[in-house]
């Protein structure tokens, strides 16, 4: 999608955007001289005051990774449009299950195969979904074709096969991931909670508004006690597995300045965890996770 831009032309990415996808703005398109910025997208008016007559993409992230902040596709999407731009909506953290942006307004939606869709953490791949074919999709497709990013045929059948389970695993997902995240808020150990399911959430109103029947499995949260403490209980958990990615049938933990997508310059919090919800029983992962904050915070928070 990136490569139907020209140089000259402009992205707006929201400011928490998926690490990967920054590195790419930041790191390969400025050789084409291809600019970027980023807004706050869950405000209106500061993505308005933050397109410029070169905008040619606006790049939602909705849910976000990992602070999960909800957009408001719709509004944004006439945004884009008003300013001849494409709307397009990383869609990731919710799938089509949860969350479907065509619907809302947006132009493009892009998935990582790799998590939920795939579901078994066993693929690497990516989806692109177009409202319509124009001259946009198609140069997509002759990218896609001539620069070899085609998924082999073992991947796609991988694909295939959780698609069919998609929707059961994604219900599944939210019913542990809501329960997990109203136990961890009651807990003095945990300085905040991060989902879009809780009244707590800033954006609990849009969320509900825009997701149908979830709000996606995962949950980040902040740890008392900083950045060691955040580091032992990834060592300490016992049924999360301390790994990196999302959206497969067992839960993992990672803290997100360990991600292998961090870059420098990102603003990732110390003290923040993000937790993959699976489909494990909610009280084993809400009693793992207690038990390996406890002794993390008792070997590492003392002084902090
Ligand atoms: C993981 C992820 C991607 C990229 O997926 P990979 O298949 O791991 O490259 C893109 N967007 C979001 C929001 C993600 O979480």
Known sequence: MLRTLRPGHHVLVPDDVFQGTIRILREILPKWQISYSSADMTDVDAVRAAIRQNTRLEWLETLSNPMLKVTDVASISKLAHESGAVAVVDNTFVTPVFQQPLQLGADLVVHASTKYLGGHGDVLGGVVVARESNSTTETIRQTQ????????????????????????????????????????????????????????????????????????????????????????????VRVFTHATSFGMTESLIQQQTSSPTHGPGTNVLEDLLRLSIGLEHPDDLVDDLVAALESAYRDFGAGA
Not at 161 to 168: A, D, H, I, K, V
Not at 200 to 219: D, K
């Open 145 to 236: 074709l001539l620069e070899g990013s085609v998924a082999s045929s073992f991947d796609c059948w991988l694909v295939h096969r959780g698609f069919q389970t998609l929707t059961c695993r994604m219900r599944g997902h939210a019913q542990n991931a809501l329960l997990v995240a109203t136990a961890l808020e009651k807990e003095p150990l945990i300085a905040a909670v991060y989902y879009p399911g809780l009244a707590s959430h800033p954006q609990f109103e849009l969320a509900r508004r825009q997701l149908q029947g979830g709000f996606g499995g995962i949950v980040s949260v902040r740890v008392r006690g900083g950045a060691s403490v955040a580091n032992a209980v990834c060592t300490n």
